[in-house]
């Protein structure tokens, strides 16, 4: 079982940058990839970003490729999401995941509750 709680969203102007964390409780943390999702009003849920289980391997989706980086210190249970450049595009719900693959979707199976990230043009 692993919890997962996100902080770091807010208000942020069009060119600016935040860095979203996301805890992790459990002592299996190591174990799990990890990955960012973000949901925009009146869209699906979509991937941003992903990393192995050790943070050596890392995807991205084309929309964020250049602009965010996921890291992640196991040692203190979190994973991170640094967004630079952003847009009001990025404007959305980001929710981080623990799953098996980082690559599949399907085996995210522990969400977080989300944190809100609205970029003003």
């Known amino acids: 079982q692993v919890q997962l709680v996100e902080s770091g969203g807010g208000l942020v102007q069009a060119g600016g940058s935040l860095r979203l964390s996301c805890a992790a409780s459990?002592?299996?943390?190591?174990?799990?990839?990890m990955g960012w999702f973000r949901q925009a009003p009146g869209k699906e849920r979509e991937f941003v970003a992903a990393?192995?289980?050790?943070?050596?391997?890392?995807h991205y989706a084309d929309s964020v490729k250049g602009r965010f980086t996921i890291s992640r210190d196991n040692a203190e249970n979190t994973v991170y999401l640094q967004m630079n450049s952003l847009k009001p595009e990025d404007t959305a719900v980001y929710y981080c995941?623990?799953?098996?693959?980082?690559?599949?979707?399907?085996?995210?199976?522990?969400w977080g509750q989300g944190t809100q990230v609205t970029v003003s043009s």
């Open positions: 995941a623990a799953g098996r693959d980082y690559l599949r979707l399907a085996s995210y199976n522990y």
């Open positions: 459990g002592r299996t943390f190591s174990t799990y990839a």
């Open positions: 990393t192995n289980w050790s943070g050596g391997v890392t």
